[in-house]
């Protein structure tokens, strides 16, 4: 019985939806009191209908998928962009002091911060929202490659050149492998952030860009009292966070680096 | 015979808190092809940078090293470094990838699956059969650096350079180590500079020693080691050799 019990806490999951469920119950609990108002504090199974009636009309699927499209450009555009400006710091020491100064300015503000500027200069369209992607993404990626790159072992260079590898060869065969670990954990902070920018710069944007987006979808969900709607895109929001951070990144990470005992 | 490599008035120096740090001063000495050659001396004595010279890591100030009569100008993998640190094997390849991953790179000419072949039976040479599949940190420190000789092995060197190899083991893995050396060198007719502390090791593995003093050194003297192998540590030749080189260290 003791050990069924310590399985059962272990389990990092089953340990995670015990307590989903502890929540939703005393969520239910205060909804039925009627201590709020039900009209800003809706019973689960009516934000669960209002969610499936979503999903079954496909807007909140076509909404998250543009979202997500939005990530994926930005980030994308971001990796090449850190990949590069980290590559010729590694290289030129002078190119780095450049490279720190850019990070020093730009890594403290928030994306929002520049929205105005970004109205300014590029418009109210996708392309402002890509470029808060691309500033969310793109020191925490750098910062950590350049870390990555510092952190390598000086004996795995000199193997290299034992065995005969060129400068592209130690690039290609162990700088890039062995920062891998920094790498990974740029990408999670840099999604982290990412994911929240994208969120509020929808909702500042609207629709300008075609579709909107979840951040519009949650904001329009207000503007029309639709409180289960409107917790129905959280929902969303919360488990698009959760399938990335805890299942794709796990993933990755226990097919590599942990695989390779190799965990920062 | 001739001489494989010829040192000739090596000198080198580092710039320590904008001192110049003199650590090797006109060395000179040669290896034979096949020899087993072992450098010992106290810690901080140059023992290993003058390896790092031999390997190409580092470039010397005077004099010249030549390796089959051509000056050395950087590593290559002619002469094959083994490391005294675990993590000289990478981590995110398992021991047979380890193993094959310079063949990959410099013996193209060998078909793959040979390749393969190869570097499994340099394994085997090593007693690490049945670990192929396995990564680095799920090997012990002696698995490590049984690894590493394989990786340097496989690819034939033609000089097998080792700095303290066996230096952050424990005694009877070190032991153990040292007999398949031993073996392997006969049986792959390698030539080998041994550098360590361990005097006991260097008189167990080495047809000759080089002693060397406290920096910056010349070597102290070379002594031939002609005791019959395999070699028994309790016999009266044996801790005799070791008593001469310890009181030459000590000198």
Redo the contacts between chains.
């Keep these: 019985m003791l050990i069924m019990k310590n399985k059962f806490i272990n389990n990092k999951y089953i340990l995670r939806l015990f307590w989903i469920v502890i929540l939703g119950i005393i969520w239910q609990v205060v909804a039925l009191s009627q201590v709020f108002n039900p009209t800003s504090f809706p019973r689960i199974e009516t934000i669960l209908s209002s969610l499936i009636h979503d999903v079954t009309n496909g807007d909140i699927i076509l909404q998250t998928l543009y979202s997500l499209s939005l990530i994926f450009r930005g980030v994308a555009a971001a990796l090449i962009i850190a990949i590069v400006l980290s590559g010729l710091s590694a290289i030129s020491q002078t190119f780095e002091g450049f490279v720190e100064t850019l990070i020093a300015i730009a890594h403290p503000l928030p994306g929002i911060a520049l929205l105005p500027l970004i109205i300014l200069w590029i418009g109210i369209g996708e392309g402002a929202i890509i470029f808060i992607i691309i500033h969310s993404v793109l020191w925490p990626l750098i910062i950590n490659l350049l870390t990555g790159f510092k952190s390598i072992p000086k004996i795995y260079k000199k193997i290299g050149k034992n065995y005969g590898l060129n400068t592209i060869g130690i690039i290609r065969y162990i700088l890039i492998p062995a920062a891998l670990p920094y790498f990974i954990t740029g990408l999670k902070i840099g999604w982290a952030r990412a994911w929240r920018a994208v969120i509020s710069a929808e909702m500042v944007f609207g629709a300008a860009g075609g579709i909107g987006g979840l951040g519009w979808l949650i904001f329009k969900k207000r503007v029309f009292m639709d409180t289960p709607g409107l917790f129905g895109g959280l929902i969303v929001i919360v488990f698009i966070g959760i399938l990335v951070e805890d299942i794709f990144f796990d993933r990755l990470e226990k097919i590599t680096i942990r695989k390779w005992g190799m965990s920062i | 015979m001739t001489s494989l490599l010829k040192i000739n008035n090596i000198s080198k120096s580092f710039i320590k808190d904008s001192k110049k740090v003199d650590v090797l001063n006109k060395v000179s000495f040669h290896v034979k092809k096949g020899e087993f050659l072992s450098i010992v001396g106290p810690s901080g004595c140059g023992k290993s940078t003058l390896l790092g010279l031999i ?1 190409g ?1 580092e470039e010397y100030d005077e004099g010249n090293i030549f390796f089959k009569e051509e000056e050395i100008l ?4 002619n ?3 083994v ?1 005294q ?1 675990f ?2 094997l ?3 390849q398992t021991v047979l990838k380890n193993v094959l ?2 063949l990959n ?2 013996k193209t000419e060998i078909q793959l699956d040979n390749r393969i072949e190869l570097a499994k039976h340099y394994l085997q040479m090593v007693k690490l059969e049945g670990y192929e599949n396995y ?4 090997l012990s420190g002696g698995m490590k650096q049984r690894t590493a000789i394989a990786r340097a092995l496989a ?1 034939k060197p033609e000089i097998l350079l080792m700095d303290e190899p066996f230096g952050s083991l424990d005694i009877e893995t070190r032991t153990q180590l040292q007999s398949i050396l031993i073996e392997l060198w006969k049986e792959i007719k390698a030539t080998i500079i041994f550098v360590t502390h361990d005097i006991e090791e260097a008189v167990v593995l080495s047809d000759r020693i080089i002693v060397m003093g406290k920096s910056p050194t010349s070597i102290r003297d070379t002594i031939v080691n002609n005791l019959d192998r395999p070699r028994d540590r309790l016999s009266t030749g044996f801790i005799e050799k070791v008593k001469e080189i310890y009181d030459k260290v000590k000198e």
């Excluded at chain 2, 950087?74 to 993998?77: A, K, L, M, N, T």
């Excluded at chain 2, 990564?135 to 799920?138: F, K, R, V, W």
């Design positions: 390997g890591f950087g590593p290559s993998p002469r094959i470094m490391f640190e993590n000289q990478f981590p995110w991953f310079p790179i410099n990564y680095p940190h799920e690819m």
